[in-house]
């Protein structure tokens, strides 16, 4: 079956402007995380979700980001006012339910690039 | 101090080899264990999970915890040119599906 999907796969921008990254869980998966990795690093957490309502946004680093889930499907990150350091790949994963146990499937990332 | 410690390498060796890739981490409520393998420009893919103690086998890959010393430990024998990726260790606390992850070991198998 379809995998996670995110969209787009890469994404260049100017500082200062608002970018919205896309990500489309696997099918009846309820779980919903977003991740991002910079340049040599282990991906880090920023925020999930269990249906519409966010869990744990614990990992949003600034009020720039926020993430949205409105029917438990399909989420959107969004940036705004991008800085050079937003510069990374944007991780999207989901999972059947929000437990401890079940295994999270990773999307392929979007690429952003802040020039 | 990070709450977990991966050597980054990169680690080089031939094929056939045994490998041996480390986490150490800090926080004891740590309680489930991942290894995840991520091919260049992928998304991570789970390749096994622990929760105790012990080591845990799946065909060519061991893992094993060591939770006294907050030391886990990926084993590939018989390394293959195809495990040539970066391997992320990655664990969580009972409190849902927020993973920690190192930094990750890039590998190089070559043939």
């Known amino acids: 079956g379809a995998g996670v999907s995110q969209t787009p796969s890469n994404k260049v921008t100017e500082k200062g402007k608002y970018v919205e990254l896309r990500c489309d869980p696997i099918s009846g998966h309820t779980a919903l995380y977003w991740y991002r990795q910079s340049l040599g690093q282990g991906p880090e957490f920023l925020i999930y979700?269990?249906?519409?309502?966010?869990?744990?946004d614990s990992g949003l680093p600034n009020d720039r980001f926020f993430a949205v889930r409105p029917e438990g499907s399909v989420s959107t990150l969004k940036i705004q006012r991008t800085e050079r350091g937003d510069s990374a790949v944007y991780l999207c994963?989901?999972?059947?339910?929000?437990?401890?146990?079940?295994?999270?499937?990773f999307g392929p990332g979007t690429r952003l690039t802040v020039l | 101090q990070k709450e977990v410690e991966q050597d980054p390498g990169p680690l080089s060796v031939p094929e056939g080899a045994i490998v041996s890739l480390n986490c150490t981490y800090s926080n004891s409520a740590f309680q489930y264990f991942m290894w995840y393998r991520q091919y260049s420009r992928k998304g991570p893919e789970l390749l096994m999970y622990?929760?105790?103690?012990g080591n845990k086998e799946d065909g060519r890959f061991t893992a094993q915890v060591d939770k006294s010393s907050k030391y886990i430990s990926l084993f590939i024998r018989d390394s293959q040119p195809s495990d040539s990726a970066t391997y992320l260790c990655?664990?969580?606390?009972?409190?849902?599906?927020?993973?920690?992850f190192g930094q990750g070991t890039e590998l190089s198998v070559k043939p």
């Open positions: 994963a989901s999972s059947l339910r929000l437990t401890n146990t079940d295994t999270q499937y």
């Open positions: 979700f269990q249906g519409t309502g966010a869990a744990d």
């Open positions: 990655a664990m969580n606390r009972n409190q849902g599906g927020k993973l920690i």
């Open positions: 622990t929760y105790s103690s």
